[in-house]
């Protein structure tokens, strides 16, 4: 080949990111009227100013409230917080535009809570190893009843209140203290993030995947630049992917793709086994897998 193998860095991660994002919208522009992407952050604190409850989420220009993680405080569970702040959040998505909620949650997390708060699974990620995984879609702009649990008394003792960064770094501190004590991953995450260079030394292509902690593998993104398509790099880093996976101990690989990029998936042998439908809007974002 005339272009060279290279391991890539956070600045290449931005960029490739950018450059996805730019053939994505320039595929299925955004409404004039679409929201900003904006990371929506808040939180609940108690009397001492203490932050006891934590949510953070992205409300996206397709119209989307996505990436939702949340926290709340052991000794403040099952009085109404978690309902208040997804509530809270879903309120402030609509005023921004938004008419689809996603989330993902793990069977021994919150799948009965989201259940009671009018999410449906739109794919279930089940594996050999490790728990399984539930993604999870609302719409908003149905007139769908409000939960509200038989505990509500938080509501009447706090306020919600904007957070910070803070909170989020609170927030992935205590979910993976629970989560690792709960079902301890085998080990930690295996990067296989690779880039192509052209005889200058310019990023021409690449892909961030990796294997998680209970050898699942997966594909996050895959990029070539416009001027190199139909030479067969995409294949060729997806190949590359798939024999560094195997030999990391991952027995599947999943990857999550618009409808306008799955065929490429399936071709190599990926299999749909869920999607988000009219999402975004007059499309379907597919979740596919493929075993190794």
């Known amino acids: 080949m005339e272009y ?3 391991p890539f860095t956070n600045e290449d991660a931005e960029y490739m990111e950018e450059r996805i994002d730019e053939f994505d919208d320039a595929v299925l522009p955004p409404e004039p009227d679409a929201p900003e992407d904006e990371e ?3 939180k609940v604190e108690d009397e001492e100013g203490n932050t006891i409850a934590a949510f953070v989420a992205m409300i996206y220009t397709w119209g989307q409230l996505d990436d939702i993680t949340m926290w709340v405080d052991e000794a403040y569970r099952r009085q109404g917080l978690g309902s208040m702040l997804l509530r809270e959040a879903e309120r402030i998505a609509k005023e921004r535009g938004c008419y689809l909620s996603l989330l993902e949650t793990f069977d021994f997390q919150a ?4 259940d009671k708060h009018g999410y449906s699974v739109c794919a279930e990620q089940g594996r050999s190893k490790g728990p399984t995984r539930y993604y999870m879609c609302k719409r908003l702009d149905q007139d769908l009843p409000d939960y509200m ?5 938080a509501q009447k003792r706090f306020e919600i209140r904007r957070g910070t960064e803070e909170d989020v770094d609170l927030i992935f501190e205590n ?3 629970f989560n690792d004590s709960v079902v301890p991953p085998l ?3 295996i990067r296989l993030n690779k880039k192509l260079v052209d005889r200058d030394g310019n990023m021409i292509a690449g ?3 990796g294997v998680g902690g209970w050898d699942d593998g997966y594909v996050h993104l895959l990029w070539v630049d416009e001027s190199c398509r139909g030479q067969g790099l995409a294949s060729y880093l997806l190949k590359e992917c798939e024999r560094e996976a195997r030999e990391n101990g991952a027995d599947v690989l999943f990857v999550y793709a618009r409808d306008w990029v799955a065929d490429f998936y399936v071709k190599h042998g990926f299999i749909e086994y869920g999607a988000a439908e009219d999402f975004p809007k007059g499309h379907r974002s597919c979740r596919l897998k493929k075993l190794l």
């Open 4 to 6: 060279e193998m290279k």
């Open 40 to 42: 929506l952050i808040l």
């Open 111 to 114: 799948k009965g809570f989201c």
């Open 149 to 153: 649990p038989k505990n509500n008394s």
């Open 175 to 177: 979910l993976d203290e």
């Open 187 to 189: 080990h930690g995450y």
């Open 207 to 209: 892909i961030m995947a």
